[in-house]
């Protein structure tokens, strides 16, 4: 089961770095599903910072950087990925 937690609004390539606007929360720890045109993996989210501060958790509305696993797009999509 997949609830959809943000949009990707920036993605910093040479670092692997995304940017998350969250429209619900997220925590480390959390299994992720990035999707859109180009793209599609699945991973956990290992660290996120707000300003270089690294934060545990985030709620809707903030927007976190995030290391990803593979290359992501602007506007590709963010879910929490919950086995059912």
Same mark, same amino acid.
């Given at each position: 089961?997949? +609830?959809? $937690?943000? =949009?990707? &609004? @920036?993605?910093?390539?040479?670092?692997? %770095?995304?940017?998350?606007?969250?429209?619900?929360?997220?925590?480390?720890?959390? +299994?992720? $599903?990035? =999707?859109? &045109? @180009?793209?599609?993996?699945?991973?956990? %989210?290992?660290?996120?910072?707000?300003?270089?501060?690294?934060?545990?958790?985030?709620?809707?509305?903030?927007?976190?950087?995030?290391?990803?696993?593979?290359?992501?797009?602007?506007?590709?999509?963010?879910?929490?990925?919950?086995?059912?």
């Amino acid at each position: 089961m997949e +609830q959809l $937690v943000g =949009k990707i &609004t @920036h993605y910093f390539p040479k670092i692997g %770095v995304a940017v998350v606007k969250l429209s619900a929360n997220l925590r480390q720890g959390d +299994q992720i $599903v990035v =999707k859109g &045109t @180009h793209t599609g993996f699945r991973q956990t %989210v290992s660290s996120m910072q707000i300003e270089h501060a690294s934060i545990a958790q985030a709620t809707p509305g903030q927007e976190v950087g995030m290391k990803v696993a593979q290359p992501v797009h602007v506007g590709d999509q963010v879910f929490r990925f919950q086995a059912k």
